[in-house]
């Protein structure tokens, strides 16, 4: 059956053009706008206007709302007409194009610069006057916001699934698995590698050395970002956005914390396998960098000591000076036992002046019903983002006021007896025992510390 378009445009017939064929997952399956059915029509419509097709571009999967620089195809295609490979982009209705006005402007001006057209196969549309620009405005307007309600209806389902312990994806990290009831519970035969990732990170403070270690141990291609990831991947602990208990926990959630931090501040591992005491720990007060090590021998005998990276590679930093390991270690042991205990009691002290907040459950409440009435179309959606962004603040600072902080670690140090087991330690055990309890060692240019503590 031949098709019939939305109108004839005689003036482009034997000119070059592109076709352009986005779909998103839910629409394919909602309306059944496949890729198949859109490139089906684009050709026709190419073919009945006599069309030279340069290239069709194809982003499936991906939504109008996702920014048009997250589409590949669509910025391939950009990329072509700065070429001008063509000079007609067809596709099939405008929310294939965009539902979002502000880039669909910025979009606009690239084409307009490139002496680049497009048009709807299946709608009708024009930009050169007053009247057509405002169909447009009003067009993708209805399309953002119907998007914008579809987005805050799909959050809604998925928030009541979080909250009540279900799975909302298929996909889970290692370690855990769906059952048949949809609930996530552990999977007892890859768990280990997740025990094995969290206590070689401990040991060595360093991601690269637990991807190595583990790629070797599993005899498996392991992706780095599968480590970089799992070290701050909150299910570990049992917490999936804003449900604490989503899941079983793996790992202690007092742990995962703890070593997610660390996760953050990295330690490279050397060609040599070398490994200093304080890598990854010392930070330039100047500049907030990290402070190289290096060792140097002099008659015989080796030192280590560190410095401002960005000093040392080409004076971006006025941290010139350079302090001596074994002169750092010799302050650490005299003061961190002291420093610890004020840092402990300033903790104590704060919880039991803690004043009654406000629960964090009422202001999720607020939300809800702030969500209600913009669904029945009650408020305007830009009042119900204000709202919305002023009640996730005030439940981010709720949610940080209840939490207590785990100073059983802090605590354990204060019992060792550091004197007497610091010399026996190897350098990744001092590293180790230092990044226990100290999140970073902050040293201005005359060597004055500050610890800053987990």
């Not at 991807?211 to 498996?220: P, Q, R």
């Not at 119900?384 to 209840?402: F, G, I, R, S």
């Amino acid at each position: 059956m031949e098709k019939h378009f939305f109108a004839h445009y005689p003036t482009i017939e034997h000119k070059t053009c592109c076709l352009y064929v986005r779909c998103s997952k839910e629409e394919q399956a909602k309306f059944g706008d496949t890729i198949e059915a859109q490139t089906e029509d684009l050709k026709a419509f190419a073919k009945e206007h006599k069309l030279k097709i340069y290239d069709i571009y194809v982003d499936e999967g991906f939504t109008a709302r996702k920014k048009y620089d997250k589409r590949p195809a669509f910025m391939r295609m950009l990329q072509d007409v700065e070429r001008h490979k063509f000079e007609y982009i067809i596709f099939t209705k405008l929310d294939r194009w965009f539902r979002n006005v502000a880039d669909f402007y910025k979009i606009q001006e690239v084409l307009d610069k490139n002496n680049v057209t497009w048009l709807t196969a299946l709608e009708r549309y024009e930009m050169e006057t007053t009247n057509g620009k405002l169909n447009v405005n009003i067009r993708l307007s209805v399309a953002q916001d119907e998007a914008d309600r579809d987005s805050d209806r799909i959050k809604d389902v998925f928030r009541l699934k979080v909250k009540k312990g279900e799975a909302i994806t298929g996909s889970m990290p290692t370690g855990l698995m769906i059952d048949s009831d949809k609930k996530i519970v552990i999977d007892p035969d890859n768990v280990q590698f997740v025990y094995d990732m969290f206590d070689y990170f401990e040991k060595t403070n360093s991601k690269r050395a637990t991807h190595i270690y583990l790629t070797e141990k599993y005899n498996k291609y392991i992706c780095y970002e599968t480590i970089s990831r799992g070290l701050r991947n909150t299910m570990y602990k049992g917490m999936y956005r804003d449900n604490p208990n989503y899941c079983p926990a793996i790992i202690e959630p007092e742990r995962f914390d703890r070593l997610s931090k660390m996760s953050k501040r990295n330690v490279r591992v050397r060609s040599t396998r070398r490994f200093y005491a304080f890598t990854g720990l010392l930070i330039c007060k100047e500049c907030n960098h990290f402070l190289a090590a290096s060792t140097a021998t002099y008659k015989c005998k080796e030192y280590t000591y560190y410095r401002c990276g960005l000093n040392k590679r080409g004076k971006f930093c006025i941290h010139s000076h350079n302090i001596n390991e074994k002169k750092l270690e010799n302050y650490l042991l005299e003061n961190i036992k002291p420093e610890l205990e004020k840092y402990i009691a300033s903790f104590e002290l704060n919880e039991n002046l803690v004043v009654k907040r406000t629960e964090p459950d009422k202001i999720k409440a607020k939300m809800q019903r702030l969500r209600n009435l913009y669904i029945n179309e009650l408020i305007e959606l830009e009042d119900y983002k204000k709202e919305y962004e002023y009640y996730k603040k005030e439940l981010e600072d709720a949610v940080a006021a209840t939490q207590k902080k785990d100073l059983s670690a802090a605590r354990a140090f204060l019992k060792l007896d550091l004197q007497n087991i610091y010399e026996g330690l190897s350098n990744q055990e001092k590293r180790e025992l230092w990044g226990s309890v100290i999140n970073k060692i902050v040293i201005d240019n005359s060597n004055n510390i500050e610890f800053i503590f987990f």
